[in-house]
T-cell receptor, first 117, second 109 residues
């Protein structure tokens, strides 16, 4: 099956620094990728939709200047958490969309655990 | 290697019961998740099992057997709105998620 990877798998950083998380579709091209944040009660919140070659679409309440998304190629999207604060500590998950319409499937990455000290 | 298997598609009748199975192989284990995803929407959390046994939440129940690397999601009194993809994901010893490809559930009247 299709594989989506994330790097790094976990990161610890100091408050005020920026952290970049990569999401790659390893065996298919994805014009659309999604970034989610998992909360302690396990729910997934969609943060933004990343479209190759264009600006990301952010969900209401997500600061676009804080969570920078770049989808520079058909296999790579990056999420940069700028000026990270302890409240940004979370588990970030990406997914990549393969196919369209009835044939559409989302493949999820393993997640990146961010801890901001 | 790590992997998860679940059926690609299942069909059931409105009002009936359906069981979606999931088998997994992971390096260590820190729980298993079930999510429901409607087309074009974000996944909705359904359940999280880390201990063996059955957990019931209304019409939905989830079962886990750690020794068998097996889980199932049981949906009772099916409604048309239950038509969706159901994702199984296991968390390994590093808390990384290994995702199944999802089971597309089709409910017929």
């Amino acid at each position: 099956g299709a594989v989506v990877s994330q790097h790094p798998s976990r990161v610890i950083c100091k408050s005020g620094t920026s952290v970049k998380i990569e999401c790659r579709s390893l065996d298919f091209q994805a014009t659309t990728m999604f970034w989610y944040r998992q909360f302690p009660k396990k729910s997934l919140m969609l943060m933004a939709t990343s479209n190759e070659g264009s600006k990301a679409t952010y969900e209401q309440g997500v600061e676009k200047d804080k969570f920078l998304i770049n989808h520079a190629s058909l296999t790579l999207s990056t999420l940069t958490v700028t000026s990270a604060h302890p409240e940004d500590s979370s588990f970030y998950i990406c997914s990549a969309r393969k196919g369209e319409g009835d044939q559409e499937t989302q493949y999820f990455g393993p997640g990146t655990r961010l801890l901001v000290l | 290697g790590q992997n998860i298997d679940q059926p690609t598609e299942m069909t059931a009748t409105e009002g009936a019961i359906v069981q979606i199975n999931c088998t997994y192989q992971t390096s260590g284990f820190n729980g298993l998740f079930w999510y429901q995803q409607h087309a074009g929407e974000a996944p909705t959390f359904l359940s999280y099992n880390v201990l063996d046994g059955l957990e019931e939440k209304g019409r939905f129940s989830s079962f886990l057997s750690r020794s068998k690397g097996y889980s199932y999601l049981l949906l009772k009194e099916l409604q048309m709105k239950d038509s969706a993809s159901y994702l199984c994901a296991a968390q390994d010893s590093n808390y990384q998620l290994i995702w199944g490809a999802g089971t597309k559930l089709i409910i017929k009247p």
